[in-house]
């Protein structure tokens, strides 16, 4: 699973997408990818925007461990 996030820098114009990767236990993360070129980052959001998206209800079941 990972996570992405965008970001925009308003002041300088720079554009950042950041991805994560899960590490498989309680919300553990790590550093996958950074795209920081503006124009990189403008080619994601297109084919982002392309893409034909379906809302879903999920339902997620975790594990809770009594400590």
Known sequence: MFIVSCS???ENGEQTIEA???MGNEN???DFKEINHNERVN???DIINDIEWE???V???S???PI
């Open 63 to 65: 594990y809770f461990f």
């Open 43 to 45: 080619q994601v959001k």
């Open 20 to 22: 994560q990767k899960y």
């Open 59 to 61: 339902s997620i079941y």
């Open 55 to 57: 809302n879903a209800k």
């Open 28 to 30: 553990n993360y790590e």
């Open 8 to 10: 925009n820098d308003i």
